[in-house]
């Protein structure tokens, strides 16, 4: 049974880089067939995909969010990361770390608990 | 890019009522789609994946159908402990994923 668990600072200032990292128990990245993606979720709105990447270091970006986000796979340490650069208050959200695991499917049946990262000086 | 457009954004219902969340896409090239229920405070949680098929442990009064452009959540019975947010989400270009915008489902 696939855990997720992010990691990271909870604030973080404007124009500043978000860094999360995102541990993975239970199974091994590095014999995965499917992604590991980022989510987030502004409070009170709605989810938005960030990014996949796959063991071999492969990624997908949100075409919104791709000037700006870095994904990458350590699959020495089991963990996978997410850097925001010049972060601003619209960057404010918790965020997630998610796969399909076994599912090999489009659907995410594994979830972290999330993270609430603040933007804010 | 695919936009997913759910609605309604809201719906007020009683327990045991029938209940239907919509899904439509912006394009008709969707190769998987999936359904979370989510609550406060909370992560989602799958609740349907590849359009039809019932997540191992989700009660069976959750049932989702589609295809093409247009896909269906249907809670044949609500249960008190189903009053939360549904998102669908989208893969067209694995792994590339688009989430819609929600429904509340609230109690009447």
Redesign the interface.
């Known amino acids: 049974q696939l855990q997720l668990q992010e990691s990271g600072p909870g604030l973080v200032k404007p124009s500043e880089t978000l860094s999360l990292t995102c541990s993975v128990s239970g199974g091994y990245i590095s014999r995965s067939t499917y992604?590991w993606?980022w989510?987030r979720q502004p409070p009170g709105k709605?989810?938005?995909?960030i990014g996949?990447i796959?063991y071999s270091g492969s990624t997908?970006y949100?075409?919104s969010l791709k000037s700006r986000v870095t994904i990458s796979v350590d699959t020495s340490k089991n963990q996978f990361s997410l850097k925001v650069n010049s972060v601003t208050a619209a960057d404010t959200a918790v965020y997630?770390c998610?796969t399909p695991g076994s599912?090999n499917?489009?659907?995410?049946?594994y979830?972290?608990?999330?993270t609430l990262v603040t933007v804010s000086s | 890019?695919i936009q997913l457009t759910q609605s309604p954004s809201f719906l007020s219902a009683s327990v045991g009522d029938r209940v239907t969340i919509t899904c439509r896409a912006s394009q008709a090239t969707i190769?998987?789609?999936?359904w979370?229920q989510?609550k406060p405070g909370k992560?989602?949680n799958?609740l349907?994946?590849?359009a039809s098929t019932l997540?191992s442990g989700v009660p069976s009064r959750f049932s989702g159908s589609g295809s093409g452009t247009d896909f269906t959540l249907t809670i044949s019975s609500l249960q008190p402990e189903d009053f939360a947010t549904y998102?669908c989400?989208?893969?067209h270009?694995?792994?590339?994923?688009?989430?819609?915008?929600?429904t509340r489902v609230e109690i009447k």
């Open positions: 992604f993606g989510i709605g989810l938005e995909w996949s796959f997908n949100n075409p997630y998610a599912l499917s489009g659907g995410l049946d979830w972290g608990q999330g | 890019d190769i998987y789609l999936a979370y989510q992560a989602p799958l349907i994946y590849d997540q998102y989400q989208e893969v270009k694995y792994p590339a994923l688009t989430f819609g915008g929600g």
